[in-house]
């Protein structure tokens, strides 16, 4: 049957005065129900694989599966349900049965996706009186439902878009309030609040969010990582300008200010994630033996991996901009605009004091806000001026030219977050791992057991992943000039020659890890895998890497042995510099024929190019 398809969209305006020439009201509203065929193709369990039988072939092979308790082959391949982990047998029930055969792409379902949107805007004009100003409020909504589909109905397994059933709403609201000072002088007042927040569920059972369980080859049960989502976006703006207008001059003061905040409860594995390859139940050194659903149906896990995060971590960042700005005319074919722009970029905070820095003297966690310590990760820097300035110039009748500079502060990362304190480990991932490849992390039915967050202490880092800041780091900048000469040469037809220039200083780049070899110890060459007892053992996490009783002589020659990664957190130190040539022919319609030719020649170069 051909896959549905159906969108339904619909709104309305309505607008007019509710008092004669005073107040205005104007509302509108769309929606939308659009529900699209899906089809998702799976690989599940075969009929004799779910009776513990591997006979049938798997990528061209039948594999020999071998016992982990006596590292026999199981007869005629086949596993005794008796022997099946009772977790893994009641798993087994969630794989839907087969829809066609073979091993591979054998299970089909067919559904419908729905997406449905709601949107609406109300604004009031009110005008004060003939002198007395102008004032407007507005407000407006949208939301957006999504139900996509997933490879299972319990809605387990990988889905393309949107990771699971997620319900998104903005809300805003807006006013504006102008009024004359005098016959020269205006003030504009503005003001608005905008939220949105986004809540996506992941794969339920009973309740309770489902685990991921990922077997290598097959759909996996659950949720994929990142998919229970809650987080919500706050930002209030407060701008108020001066404006005073004469003969040769209009000049405009005022003041920017912005409060922004970030919550977010978004754990990747909220309720672990469990993995399952072929060890334990293959012959170590041989090869096809061993297969991924033969160790799920004995519970033999190879890795597990859960993210615990209490509470949402609650980011604030706040920025203030003063400004004035000049539009002279000196003459009647010039015109000069000038303007300076101060910022005040305020590091952001945890709401609750939910961060942490990795300090690389002592080699410990330092927790903002508490002990003594700042609660934020970088320092205020107070000489972000931003200048900027222009020229415009009509040489002859047909001729202008025009030139102009500009200053712009941007976030304090360098990208598009002014966020700067790391999370950990208020947000930490716990795991329990294989250490020989030849015993299990644990079994099913007996549990990862002893699950519990690293306490935020000093060495709460050790064996993970740690971060760092750069603390006298400032702001990024953007600075971007251009010239230009524009000449008509017949009625209708210019042709225009232009040079742009912009370069950005401090932009953000990704996260840099610090705790490597340099180039004169990575020559040391194969020596650096030799294994060599752990200085850290016991203190370090059993579940991690480093945790075992031997080490590689590479991680001991690193500078922060003890640590996975000490990366720099959101290290806004790369540049990018671009230089672009512009030429442009441009006829306006003119008996019934227009037309626009363009060629730019142009030149990028950053170090910076991955950041999102």
Excluded: C
């Excluded at 082959?73 to 087994?92: E, G, Y």
């Excluded at 319990?154 to 878009?161: F, K, M, N, T």
């Excluded at 400032?474 to 037809?493: C, E, F, I, P």
């Excluded at 019934?592 to 030149?603: K, N």
């Amino acid at each position: 049957a051909r896959p549905l398809f159906r969108r339904n969209q619909f709104g309305g305006v309505l607008g007019g005065p509710v008092r004669r020439n005073r107040t205005f009201f104007f509302a509108d509203y769309q929606g939308q129900r659009q529900t699209i065929g899906r089809t998702a193709i799976s690989t599940v369990p075969t009929l004799l694989q779910r009776q513990g039988i591997f006979t049938e072939a798997i990528s061209g092979r039948v594999p020999h599966i071998y016992d982990p308790v006596t590292r026999h082959p199981f007869a005629h391949n086949t596993i005794p349900q008796d022997r099946f982990d009772p977790t893994s047998a009641v798993l087994l029930n969630r794989y839907p049965l087969p829809t066609s055969s073979g091993t591979a792409n054998n299970y089909r379902r067919d559904a419908n996706e729905t997406n449905d949107q709601d949107q609406f805007d109300v604004r009031v004009d009110r005008q004060l009186g003939s002198n007395s100003g102008h004032v407007f409020i507005r407000v407006s909504s949208f939301t957006d439902r999504i139900m996509p589909v997933a490879p299972f109905r319990d809605g387990s397994g990988a889905v393309s878009g949107t990771a699971g059933p997620q319900d998104t709403r903005a809300r805003s609201v807006a006013t504006n309030y102008s009024t004359p000072l005098s016959a020269s002088h205006i003030n504009e007042l503005r003001a608005g609040i905008t939220t949105r927040e986004v809540h996506r569920r992941a794969a339920r059972v009973n309740g309770h969010i489902l685990p991921t369980y990922v077997i290598a080859g097959y759909q996996h049960l659950g949720s994929p990582a990142n998919t229970e989502t809650d987080f919500q976006t706050n930002v209030v703006h407060l701008v108020d300008t001066i404006t005073w207008s004469s003969e040769r001059h209009t000049i405009k003061a005022g003041v920017d200010f912005r409060s922004l905040g970030l919550d977010v409860l978004q754990p990747p594995s909220p309720a672990g994630l469990y993995q399952f390859n072929a060890l334990f139940t293959d012959l170590p050194g041989v090869s096809n033996t061993g297969a991924p659903l033969a160790s799920f149906l004995l519970g033999q896990v190879q890795s597990f991996a859960i993210d615990l995060q209490s509470q949402p971590i609650q980011n604030r960042a706040h920025v203030q901009e003063y400004f004035a700005q000049d539009d002279w005319r000196p003459l009647d074919r010039v015109t000069v605009n000038a303007g300076l722009r101060y910022t005040l970029n305020f590091p952001s905070h945890e709401r609750n004091d939910q961060s942490a820095v990795f300090n690389l003297d002592t080699q410990q966690l330092e927790y903002l806000g508490r002990d003594g310590h700042p609660r934020t990760a970088r320092r205020l820097h107070t000489n972000n001026f931003g200048p900027r300035f222009g020229l415009v110039g009509r040489v002859s009748e047909s001729t202008v030219v025009r030139a102009g500079y500009g200053l712009v502060w941007i976030e304090q990362t360098g990208i598009t977050t002014p966020f700067t304190t790391p999370s950990f480990p208020f947000l930490q991932t716990v795991t329990r791992r294989t250490l020989d490849n030849v015993t299990p992390a644990f079994t099913l039915a007996h549990g990862a057991g002893g699950i519990a967050a690293v306490p935020a202490t000093a060495a709460a880092g050790l064996g993970q992943g740690v971060f760092a800041v750069d603390r006298e780091l400032g702001s990024g900048y953007v600075q971007q000039w251009n010239v230009s000469a524009q000449r008509q040469l017949w009625s209708g037809a210019s042709i225009e020659l232009a040079y742009i220039g912009s370069k950005i200083t401090r932009v953000g780049i990704p996260d840099s890890n610090v705790n490597q070899l340099t180039v004169d110890q990575l020559a040391i060459g194969p020596a650096l895998l030799e294994r060599e007892p752990n200085p850290y053992f016991g203190m370090v996490p059993a579940s991690s890497t480093l945790g075992e009783a031997t080490i590689t002589r590479a991680q001991l020659m690193k500078p922060y042995p003890q640590y996975a990664t000490v990366s720099l957190y959101r290290n806004n130190v790369g540049n990018t510099n671009y230089h672009g040539v512009t030429a442009k022919l441009e006829q306006r319609l003119w008996r019934g024929m227009s037309y626009s030719v363009v060629y730019t020649r142009s030149r990028l170069m950053d170090d910076a190019s991955s950041v999102f």
